[in-house]
């Protein structure tokens, strides 16, 4: 049986004193693989899976698949919005960057990781599109967004 750390009652002090934390398991995959995990999980809206290997070896090796974010951050047209788990939505219109906002973001939501699980374990994923290139050069940009993608987003 998967024992998940912190044990339930470390957790739950934790949890109501307001400290951020991880719980986790975790398992060798001698009978799925990171794939056919996905796929099992493929109806999810939001998921991503990342894979490491180190130098080709078996030691230092992870995958990590991630779904059902507490937290969501997406810019689109230089608007960002947050969504949490609550389904509290807050919209801003940034008059500079989108970029400061994520910062912020991003500097909210740092926690101590275990020492026996690797940096990538927690924190915020996704992608900067190719649009928000206008954020960092000044650059004229050509409308030609077909797929009405956001031009960031990151989930935690």
């Known amino acids: 049986m998967d024992i998940l750390k912190p044990d339930l009652k470390l957790f739950k ?4 004193s307001g400290i951020k934390q991880i719980l986790f398991t975790s398992f060798a995959a001698d009978v799925h693989t990171p794939i056919s995990s996905l796929l099992k999980l493929e109806k999810e809206k939001y998921l ?4 490491s290997v180190e130098r080709g070896s ?7 698949i991630g779904l ?17 788990s609550n389904q509290e939505i807050i919209k801003k219109k940034i008059n ?5 906002n ?19 374990a927690c924190g915020l994923f996704g992608y900067l599109g190719y649009e928000m290139i206008k954020y960092f050069e000044n650059v004229e940009m050509i409308k030609k967004d077909k797929l009405d993608l956001p031009e960031s987003i990151f989930i935690r």
């Open 58 to 64: 078996q030691k230092g090796r992870y995958s990590v």
């Open 13 to 16: 002090e934790k949890y109501d």
């Open 96 to 100: 500079s960057d989108p970029l400061d």
């Open 68 to 84: 059902k974010p507490d937290l969501i951050w997406e810019c689109k047209d230089g608007i960002t919005k947050i969504k949490k």
């Open 48 to 51: 991503f899976l990342f894979e």
């Open 102 to 120: 994520l910062r912020k973001i991003i500097k909210e939501n740092k926690l101590k990781i275990p020492h026996d699980l690797p940096s990538i």
